[in-house]
């Protein structure tokens, strides 16, 4: 079955077809989205400010990292679990959209990143200022993707 009509599967199931008809699921679905990206990148902020030495003085990267592990993770489970539905309400949209597949590639490349490099340039210090500015770019651009979703429509 080719991909697009996966897509279009997807949203003309009960729950994309739900979801797309009622503007309080749509409006509900983005808050908790927002709230999960809001979470994500604050503490990614966070670390990568530490590690560009701009963070809070007194505790290192690593510990800053540790400490608020959870609130990043949280942060990413609530966009994982809420970007899909979002996703079904309108997939043939963001099936046509370039937008959608370059916030996802760049969402793939940024866990790949954290999850590995950046995780690393906790302990080595010689290369923490180039993750961290690297992961600030990626983070941001995954962000800024997923707002080009909504305002480049698909011709």
């Known amino acids: 079955m080719p991909l ?34 809001t979470l994500l990148l604050g503490t990614v902020l966070m670390i990568d400010l530490s ?10 990267a690593a510990r800053i990292a540790q400490e608020l592990g959870g609130w990043t993770i949280a942060g990413l489970a609530i966009m994982l679990a809420s970007g899909p539905l979002i996703l079904i309400s ?14 996802m590639t760049l969402l793939a490349a940024a866990l790949v990143f954290y999850f590995t490099v950046h995780r690393r340039a906790l302990t080595h210090p010689g290369s ?26 698909p011709q």
């Open 4 to 37: 697009a009509r996966v897509f279009e599967w997807l949203q003309h199931t009960y729950l994309g077809e739900t979801i797309r008809h009622s503007a309080a699921l749509i409006a509900a679905l983005e808050i908790i989205h927002l709230i999960g990206l």
């Open 90 to 103: 309108e997939a043939v949209k963001c099936y046509h959209s370039f937008a959608f597949w370059v916030k």
């Open 128 to 153: 923490a200022k180039p993750a961290a500015i690297i992961s600030l770019v990626l983070w941001t651009s995954v962000a800024l993707a997923g707002k080009a979703i909504g305002i480049f429509q």
């Open 51 to 60: 590690l560009l030495g701009r963070g809070i003085g007194q505790y290192t």
